[in-house]
């Protein structure tokens, strides 16, 4: 019987011919994250098991992002703690504040993950990386520690929901509306320990931004991990990043699948999930009745160079609304270069939106724009549980940058179309 | 391991951010955590954990973020085991790895009322509604999983595995 990509990974690092669904696999891991939350817990487990040092000093990742720069006094002390075990374990891939930024903008435009590769991270988007073909999924902090001192992990072999693409995208509509769209379909459940296995000719069309995007929400379907077929989107990304051999995997044709589901990108609208989950989705162009006070573009899923210039086009020549914060967080500090040498941030600037630090900061109701009881913010952001983003009371509609933009400017959900 | 308690009834995707709140995660002190688990899905946690140990939940419990900080302020509020529809799975990993029970039984969390008294025999894997006397049965782990929750948790399980036994 055949395999899906993530089997033939999963098996490939066990060191076995083949695997199926359901069978447990003790796999060689290539790459282990942690960040400045769930970090200093994995390195206190990492001593109690009686670890001295980490596998490999190249191969574990250290991030300070999700209230750094820090917050308070609290969160300083976790990452110092983090800071301190990085600079005792020597630790290659420790990125300080400055040199950072939201670890699943950064570790792709570090070139530290290839197709083929077995990465975990103790952040759930970690899944994020499969859009460059590689078996990446979110574990807790004990799972990272024992990452960290042994070098492998195990795994339950997944089943998968086939995710076959077709067509193309219409303007304005992104890789964030085809997550969205697919969440909607299957639920936040829908493929809960499973692997979403993207495929069809419509994959070409999505560009590797895109296609981070899409796999970053892997984990919104309940998803194990998602992952993207290797093509030459993937190597052109690739070149010049990544300089150490990789192997990329196909499906086999006889691959079995739990699930297939078909969706034809024309057919994607601009989609809004609306509170409280990533399911309950909605085309942005029927939700123009709901006001909101501010708009986040940003994050671990859309705050890549592509997503600033898409919020740019809108905003370019228009003012944000006067009852609108609207706050844009680039993912990392090469992305800040990007966003002024392209002229990005002035534009930013000029239409009165803030334009801040690479963090996590307001996505997890940390910092840099946490939001007030009955307040509404349409945020390119993951989740949007009660809460998410400050007081229970808030409210939190999760949209694409276009989308994201464009209701900064109008003051309401709105559509890119609209702003004249 | 039996336990016998009186149980709080929750629903689906009960989400790690109502679990335990973003803007608690700057301690990893179990705790401080425990005080502020559920608060924002049930003021009333807390008096009811006070007498009720163990929680029945529908679907994808504890979905969302990786943080290992909500089945350690589950654990530290003094609930001795989850039984739910289902797990989402890094919950279900991090509940494992951290030495906390948790059930898989779709049959017992529909049919459990909020207040029942239940005993939950986990090597068994039978689920006894006290006062029906109706019991559930669930799936059992797999071996692998097993010797994880017989060290008491993935660091004991490491720790041995690192000393060569």
Known sequence: MGMTMTQKILA????????????????????????????????????????KKVFDPAKVVLVPDHFAPNKDIKSAQMTKAMRTFAREQQIVHYYEVGKAGIEHALLPEQGLCAPGEVIIGADSHTCTYGALGCMSTGVGSTDMAAGMATGQAWFKVPEAVKVTLTGK?????????????LIGLIGVDGARYMSLEFGGDGVKEISMDGRLTIANMAIEAGAKNGIFPVDDVTRAYLAGRVTRPWQAVEPDSDAEYAREVVINLADVPLTVALPHLPSNTKPAAECADLAIDQAVIGSCTNGRIEDLRAAAQVLRGHQVSDRVRCIVIPGTQKIVRQAIDEGLVSVFIDAGAIFTMPTCGPCLGGHCGVLADGERCVSTT?????????????????ASPAVAAASAVLGHVATPDEVK | MKMQSAVIKYGDHV?????????YLNTTDPAELARHCMEDLDAAFHEKAGTRKIIVAGRNFGCGSSREHAPLAIKAAGIECVVADSFARIFFRNAINIGLPIVECPEAAAAIEDGAQVSVDLDAGVIT?????????AAPFPPFMQGIIEAGGLVPFVQRRLEGK
């Open chain 2, 15 to 23: 989400d790690t951010d109502v679990i335990i709140p973003a803007r």
């Open chain 1, 169 to 181: 995208l219409n303007p304005y509509v992104s890789g964030k509306d085809v997550i969205l769209h």
């Open chain 2, 129 to 137: 509604d006290e006062a029906t006397g109706r019991t559930f049965t």
């Open chain 1, 382 to 398: 993951n989740r949007n549980f009660v809460g998410r983003m400050g007081h229970t009371g808030s409210e939190v509609i999760l």
């Open chain 1, 12 to 51: 490939r690092a066990a060191g076995v011919e083949s695997c199926r669904a359901g069978e447990l696999l003790m796999c060689n891991l290539d790459l282990v994250l942690g960040n400045d939350i769930t970090g200093p817990v994995a390195i206190n487990e990492f001593y109690k098991m009686g670890a």
